[in-house]
């Protein structure tokens, strides 16, 4: 862990690559939010555009199929007004035998300057931030079942919009926690920003290993588990796990952690509902839910814009580090 | 070295009093007010209710038009843009602490462009000192200062705002 947080910034302690939320300081995920928080205006605009990265060219590097992460890191590099290559590894070179490090080698030579890396292997993000020129900035959209840090942080960003802390708050997540590369990334950042009680909610099938390692309070009923909560997370159920004979069916699912307007008033009543999306409707969320005054999905997906212009244009401002100073 | 605070004052009477002498030479009825974060903001709500001016007054930052973020980086503590109004067909009077360089201005007026057309800018300064590298040229300034090189010219606030110079 101390090797991925030197990894991840660079000697003035500034962000380089975003690969997890392990390793990084409450200060510098503060940063990221408030420098989100600032790209929101863009979007009262005329011209939704800002000149940050202009010349700039970010790949978007999927080896994993995706919609609404793969748009939201284009759209957000697009509003920075970078231009964007995006690879779907799976009909390119590497499917006709090219390693990735000669995939790498030969982007490089195009010079592109940041890499957002999809992949379902856990660590395939780090393994390219190790290997890459030493001017490529890498930025972590999912790697396996360990990180999804802008999910994460789209997540912070949607939580403190709505209750203004994180002191003081009840937070549930509720799914497939052990297999979530997303729920790991939200535990990890909810914990550095100070919420005193998280909650996992789940199937013991579902639950991770080691669940004390992450300072969570297990629970398996979803109506104890709510009680009295300020945020519910939701995770998609992956139905590929369904055949593993690690769930039962979806409705008997849906019948025990399905979240429905008669579970969720067991929450306070204010409480806000979020979901990384895509969601499945009548099987871990009740259409009623989805679309109801509590739920703020859609709003997820606009902050995810913003969150990612942060974290890109934090991470490419450190390899441009020269010091002299700015003039009015 | 601070000025005293009647200099800053004065200061802020002269750009009233030509701001003043400037809409009414060009006819302009219902102009908006904009202050550039952070110094700017602080002029600009001073100017606001010394002119009177009806539209609410809006603040830009422009940490991410800047011509140098490759070469000093981000600051994290950007603060959210407010123009809340169309800036279309509209008179607007743009208002900063310090003028020195230009470059805050121009980009300054490229953010504005993102945002709409506006009929005009006129350019409002409490402090306009020597080292211009744009042909940006203020309309209305509170104190002219002539400065060595090195040495800098800053505002501080908001409550009470002072003008210190310092070497660098």
């Known amino acids: 862990m101390k090797k991925k947080n030197r990894l991840q910034l660079d000697d003035n302690g500034k962000l380089k690559h975003f690969l997890t939320i392990e390793g990084l300081n409450r200060q510098m995920l503060i940063d990221i939010l408030d420098t989100a928080e600032s790209f929101t205006s863009i979007t009262e605009q005329n011209i939704k555009k800002v000149p940050l990265l202009r010349g700039k060219t970010i790949v978007n590097l999927f080896f994993e199929a995706s919609t609404r992460t793969r748009t939201t890191f284009e759209l957000a590099a697009k509003r920075l007004s970078a231009d964007v290559l ?48 030493p001017h490529i900035s890498v930025i972590n959209a999912g790697d396996g079942q360990h990180a999804h840090p802008t999910q994460a942080m789209l997540d912070m960003f949607t939580i403190r919009r709505e209750k203004g802390e994180f002191h003081r708050l009840n937070v549930a997540i509720v799914g497939d926690i052990r297999h ?61 796990r369904m ?43 009740d259409s009623e839910v989805a679309d109801g005054p509590r739920s703020v999905i859609l709003q997820q997906v606009s902050h995810g814009i913003a969150v990612r212009m942060a974290v890109m244009s934090m991470a490419m401002q450190s390899h441009l580090t020269n010091t002299s100073g700015g003039a009015r | 070295m601070n000025a005293k605070k009647s200099d800053i ?68 503590q950007v603060k959210p843009s407010s123009l809340p109004l169309s800036i279309d067909d509209r008179h607007i009077i743009l208002v900063d602490d310090v003028l020195y360089t230009g470059r805050t201005i121009r980009a300054a007026m490229n953010e504005l462009f993102d945002y709409g ?48 110079i310092t070497r660098v």
């Open chain 1, 86 to 133: 995006n690879i779907n590894i799976q009909a390119s070179a590497t499917a006709k035998g090219e390693t990735l490090l000669d995939m790498l080698r030969n982007l490089e030579a195009m010079h592109c300057d940041m890499f957002v890396v999809r992949h379902a292997d856990s660590g395939a993000a780090h393994f390219i931030a190790q290997h890459a020129a």
């Open chain 2, 9 to 76: 004052s004065q200061a802020f009477d002269h750009v009233a009093q030509k701001l003043r002498s400037t809409l009414e030479a060009r006819n302009i009825q219902d102009p908006i007010m904009i202050g550039i974060h952070t110094g700017g903001v602080w002029v600009a709500q001073q100017l606001h209710l010394q002119l009177s001016i009806n539209e609410p007054l809006c603040t830009l930052d422009i940490s991410f038009y800047r011509d140098d973020f490759t070469r000093i980086g981000m600051n994290p």
């Open chain 1, 180 to 240: 979530s590369r997303v729920a790991r990334s939200q535990i990890h950042a909810l914990s550095m920003l100070g919420v005193e009680d998280i909650r996992i909610i789940a199937p013991k099938t579902l639950v991770p290993t080691e669940p004390d390692a992450f300072g969570v309070h297990v629970y398996h009923d979803l109506r104890k588990g709510l009680r009295d909560v300020d945020v519910v997370i939701m995770l998609r159920l992956q139905k590929e």
């Open chain 2, 117 to 164: 057309r506006p009929a005009s800018i006129i350019l409002a300064v409490l402090v306009e000192r020597d080292g211009r590298e744009l042909p940006i040229q203020p309309d209305a300034v509170g104190l002219h200062i002539s400065l060595q090189t090195g040495e800098q010219i800053k505002l501080q606030g908001p409550t009470p705002l002072t003008l210190s």
């Open chain 1, 243 to 285: 055949s593993g004979g690690s769930l039962p069916s979806e409705h008997e699912y849906f019948q025990l952690y399905g979240l429905t307007e008669e579970k969720l008033a067991l929450a306070k009543s204010d409480v806000t509902v979020m979901h990384p999306g895509p969601i499945n409707r009548g099987v871990e969320i």
